[in-house]
Structure formats: C-alpha cells, structure tokens
T-cell receptor
Framework: KQEVTQIPAALSVPEGENLVLNCSFTDSAIYNLQWFRQDPGKGLTSLLL?????REQTSGRLNASLDKSSGRSTLYIAASQPGDSATYLCAVLYFGNEKLTFGTGTRLTIIP | DAGITQSPRYKITETGRQVTLMCHQTWSHSYMFWYRQDLGHGLRLIYY???????DKGEVPDGYVVSRSKTENFPLTLESATRSQTSVYFCASSVAGVLYNEQFFGPGTRLTVL
C-alpha cells in the first residue's frame, strides 16, 4: 500500500534552533513530493515542491531534500522562530496515481 | 480579493439533511479538488475536476456529489448527511494536474452532523 508517514507527530524546539522534520514514503516510484504548512483553523499553504528528478529545494530558511532510494524527505528549518509554529504535512504523488497521498503531519511548537 | 474561498466556514446540520459546501477560485485554475481532513487519517481526496463539466472520484467519494458548470466554482453536496461526514472540508485548486503544479488550498469548512 502506498503510504506517507511523518514521525514524530509533535515536536517542541527552543527558538533559534535549527530543526529537521521527517517524511517517509513506501514506494520510490514517485513523481513529486510537496511540503505544506497548516496553521490552526486554516487551510494548507504550499511551502516547497520537489520533482522526482531533484534532490532538494530551498525557500528562505526552508530546505527540503528528497532521497527516493531510501523513501525519505526532510524539511530543514534554520534559525526557528515562534511564527514557525504550525503543523507541517508532506504529500507524495505516486506513479499511477492522479492524487496526492498525504501524511498526517508533524505539529511543531517553537518555544520563545 | 484573488484566491480561493469556501462558504460557509462553519456548518451544523442534522442527519439526513442535504448540505452544499461552496468553493470559488479567482485564478482560472483548471483543476479543483475536494478533501476531507480527519484526525488520524490526514487529508483524503473526495472528488476532483480537471475542467468545467469534467469530474472524477477520489479516494472517498461515497455520499458526496459534485458539479462544475463554471471553471471558478466547484460545489460539494452531501445528499443525505451522516455523522461519519463530520469533518473539515478543504477545497484546493491548481493550474493543471498535480504532476508539476502546486495545489492551493482554501480556508476550510468545518461541518458537524448531529
């Protein structure tokens, strides 16, 4: 079964630290992987989209990597800020699908 | 304002009633999607549409009906609401399919079925 897993479900980090969020997928045959941010009571905001041919994407303090052979992606957040507190979800587009498969997210809390 | 909007934002209804959730986007994106988000399940695709008058089932379509007569609108109807349809519903859109394009999400509708 094609699944996406995000562990841990929740993470607390002191302000200013660098951190890594993890995303695992069960099949290396993917088209792309997308990271989203969701604030409480809000919709999802797209952060980064990595195509299968790419190894990483960067946007500001965010860097997402993709390792298809190991079925892993990481979202690196540099110099964390309280405003980074949110739930982060990753979603994978597997070969043969027309829909994204979402993980259940990691709820990140940055402690001032 | 440009973007994707959903209405209502909150809805309480009773079992057996028909409910329609509205979604409107101003970008003229070809693709539109309906998801539901439940604790422990993440987001699951209900229906999607590649263009006006073209719709396809997603992962959990049972009990839902969609239509798309205009590019900018994609209403979702619960024909006879059940308690299991209590959820947060998100509409999304993208320029084209998910192959190379990001999805942009609306703010969601929280639906409670009593």
């Amino acid at each position: 079964k094609q699944e996406v897993t995000q562990i841990p479900a929740a993470l607390s980090v002191p302000e200013g630290e660098n951190l890594v969020l993890n995303c695992s997928f069960t099949d290396s045959a993917i088209y792309n992987l997308q990271w989203f941010r969701q604030d409480p009571g809000k919709g999802l905001t797209s952060l980064l989209l990595i195509q299968s041919s790419q190894r990483e994407q960067t946007s500001g303090r965010l860097n997402a990597s993709l390792d298809k052979s190991s079925g892993r992606s990481t979202l690196y957040i540099a110099a964390s800020q309280p405003g980074d507190s949110a739930t982060y979800l990753c979603a994978v587009l597997y070969f043969g699908n027309e829909k994204l498969t979402f993980g259940t997210g990691t709820r990140l809390t940055i402690i001032p | 304002d440009a973007g994707i909007t959903q209405s209502p934002r909150y809805k309480i209804t009773e079992t057996g009633r028909q409910v329609t959730l509205m979604c409107h986007q101003t970008w003229s994106h070809s693709y539109m999607f309906w998801y539901r988000q439940d604790l422990g399940h993440g987001l699951r695709l209900i229906y999607y549409s590649a263009a006006a008058d073209i719709t396809d089932k997603g992962e959990v379509p049972d009990g839902y009906v969609v239509s798309r007569s205009k590019t900018e609108n994609f209403p979702l109807t619960l024909e006879s609401a059940t308690r299991s349809q209590t959820s947060v519903y998100f509409c999304a859109s993208s320029v084209a399919g998910v192959l190379y394009n990001e999805q942009f999400f609306g703010p969601g509708t929280r639906l409670t079925v009593l």
